[in-house]
Structure formats: structure tokens, C-alpha cells
């Protein structure tokens, strides 16, 4: 392997064919998905989640691919022991609507050899990659570390609690049970609801992104953000705008519920929103029930739906909707001295 591949870490733990190395090429990918499958049973990694699954190695390609400001070359880091791969670190930033400058690192080892300093010793690399990149962003006192995990690592929890970092939101997934019956469908007074157009996917955008605007850790849309959400919508296999549920008071979207269907077979409920002035008319319920509905008729056993909020989650305990798992954000400030 070339000397300007291997990095070296002055707190890893002295293991005979311990290697620390930049990402090289696509190849590395193949290593990343296998890492995350040998993870699976110890950390019940859910197969079906879109979140924190099993990723295919064409699904861990393009979501790097897509993914602003990260670069593989600098940002990522993979572990092995006789050349074989056996845990990664990365790294990517982004800027809050809030000003806050959020700089993200993500990792895992096999549990085969976990408790042996070899995360610890990855995530202080992690962290001096993001102090250098602070430094270059001049986004000292206002830059954060950030850290997700779910609430079925337990490792992972413990590590990141022991070196400062700090629970400050977190979300969970929740599946639908089959086995219950499908409330009835309505529509609230005053509403209805019309099949989505092409023509109406930039509204259907807008509205969605103000209904969310004051959430926590929402970032700022542009024009931009919109173009990335309808590649995403175009190019997704699942993609089928029969399925979305459009509310419309008048001439104006008042909420949407929009849905897909996953590679895995799994129906997602991925945006249910309604916008702040039609709030608290039962409107958000029968977008709810009427996507269900859709879902259900397509012939799926599994549908998922996200959601930060406790209301929201009763809302969706209550037509029949458990939680799966829980996904922990953690964070503390970045120090420069």
C-alpha cells in the first residue's frame, strides 16, 4: 500500500496489521457495505429502514455521490487488520438556517473487535479533520460535532457519552402493523384533496418546506435544494405520484402527505406536513389515513413513517403505527485552541 495512503494515529491501540487509510476508490464501497452486514445482528440493523438499513453497494455509491461537502479523498477513513476492512470514520459539514455550522462524523467497527480503543482512536481523527476544516471555514463559535446513532448501539451511545457529547434531539421510525384495521377515510370541512401534476411539484415543494421551516435543525432551502428533490423524485424507482395525497384549501396547498415505495418493498410515508395556517382541523390525520389507504391498496406489508415530535407520534401510535427504533442526534461544541 502507498506511504501517502496510510494515516497514523498517535492513540490507536498497538494491534499487530492494524491499518489506518484514506479511502482510495469505488472500490472501498464494497468494504463499507460489509462492514455495515457484519454489524447487523450485534446492532439490529433493520433491513427495511431507508435511514440506518442495509445498503446495497450501488445505494452506499449514490448517496455518497450525492452528499454535499465531503470529500472521499480527506474525509473518510477505513480501518483494517490484514487487509481486511473492519471499520470506517467519515466526515461532512453543512450550515444550519440558524447559522450553526454542523460538521457530522459517522463510524462503525465489526463487534468482533470493538473495545479496543479502535473507535475512540477514529473519531479523535475525525474531530481533528473538522477543527482543521473550522479553521479554513472561519466558522469558530459557531461550529458544532455532530453524531447520530441508533437507539440499538449501545457502544456507540456509551463512546460518544464519554467523550462529551451530549443527546440533543432525536426521532424514531415507527412501522405500520399490518394486522390492524385501516381507519376510514376523510376530509376535513373545507378541504379537498386532488391528485398531484407535474406542473404542481415546485408548490408541492414549497409548501412542504414551510411547513417544516421552524422544525429543529432545518436547513435553508434554495433553488438548488429543489433541483437535487426532483432528480431525487424522477430518478427514484418507487416514485409514483398517484400515491402522494395533496390537500388544497382554495388555490393554495394546505398540507401534503407524500409517499413511495422503497427497493425493499416497503412503502414510506417520507413528507407529511401541513402548513401553519391550517393547522389543528384534523388535516393532518386524513392525510395520514388517506396515504395509508394508498399504500394498502398497492398490497404492502410494511409501511414506515419518521417523526421528531411527540404529537406527531402519537397521532401515528393512534391509527396504528409502533415504533421501531429510535435514531439519537448527539453534539458538542468544537474547541479550538
Known sequence: MPDDAIVRLDDAPAI????????????????LVAVI?????????????????????AELEQSFSEADNIDLATDMLLVSLEDRVIGFQWVRWWEQADGTWVYYHRG???????????????MHWAERRIRALVKQHGSQGKAVYRANATSHEASYNQLLLEQGYVPVHSFVELGYDHAAPLPEKAVPDGFTFKPASADQFRLIWEANEEAFEEEWGHRRATDEDYIIFLGNVVSNPGFDPALWQIAWRDDAIAGVALCEIT??????ISELSVRQTWRN??????????????????????????TDVEHARRLYESVGFRALTEYIRYQKPVEIR
Not at 427497493?263 to 414510506?268: A, D, H, L, P, T
Not at 382541523?281 to 410494511?302: F, M, P, Q, T, V
Request: charged letters at 25%; proline letters at 5%.
Open 263 to 268: 427497493e425493499r418493498g416497503v412503502g414510506e
Open 281 to 306: 382541523h384534523g388535516l393532518g390525520r386524513s392525510l395520514l389515513i388517506h396515504a395509508l389507504h394508498a399504500l394498502k391498496a398497492r398490497g404492502l406489508e410494511h409501511v414506515r413513517i419518521f
Open 16 to 31: 499487530p496489521g492494524l491499518v489506518f487509510r484514506h479511502f482510495r476508490d469505488r472500490s472501498d464501497f464494497a468494504a
Open 37 to 57: 452486514e457484519a454489524c447487523q445482528e450485534f446492532d439490529q440493523v433493520d433491513p427495511l429502514s431507508s435511514e440506518a438499513g442495509l445498503p446495497t453497494l
Open 108 to 122: 462503525r467497527v465489526v463487534p468482533d473487535m470493538r473495545n479496543r480503543g479502535i473507535g475512540m482512536a477514529t
